[in-house]
Nanobody, 115 residues
Framework: QVQLAESGGGLVQPGGSLRLSCAAS????????MSWYRQAPGKERELVAR???????NYADSVKGRFTISRDNAKNTMYLQMNSLKPEDTAVYYC?????????WGQGTQVTVSS
């Protein structure tokens, strides 16, 4: 069955960096677009970044120039490199895969940016 497993979250000071990973299984990873979402306390889940099967990317305005999404199809893994982190980046980060009308989510990884 489909599994998405995020890792790499943690506590980091403002201005610091983290690299999130999303390990995927149960489908042909290389054939599909993948996305990172995040949800802060009391807020709705929002799109952070997306990468197509061909490697084209797009980002939320709030993270442009600071975050980089990438993928390694040989490892069935997607990444999110997060630099210059801000307190407002604090959230649970999720990877997402959509096939037709069905959406799959990982369990999420907590990112906390605080001094």
């Amino acid at each position: 069955q489909v599994q998405l497993a995020e890792s790499g979250g943690g506590l980091v000071q403002p201005g610091g960096s983290l690299r999130l990973s999303c390990a995927a299984s149960g489908f042909t990873f290389s054939s599909y677009a993948m996305s990172w979402y995040r949800q802060a306390p009391g807020k709705e889940r929002e799109l952070v970044a997306r990468i197509t099967s061909g490697g084209r990317t797009n980002y939320a305005d709030s993270v442009k120039g600071r975050f980089t999404i990438s993928r390694d199809n040989a490892k069935n893994t997607m990444y999110l490199q997060m630099n210059s982190l801000k307190p407002e980046d604090t959230a649970v980060y999720y990877c997402q895969w959509v096939q037709y009308s069905r959406t799959y989510w990982g369990q999420g990884t907590q990112v906390t940016v605080s001094s």
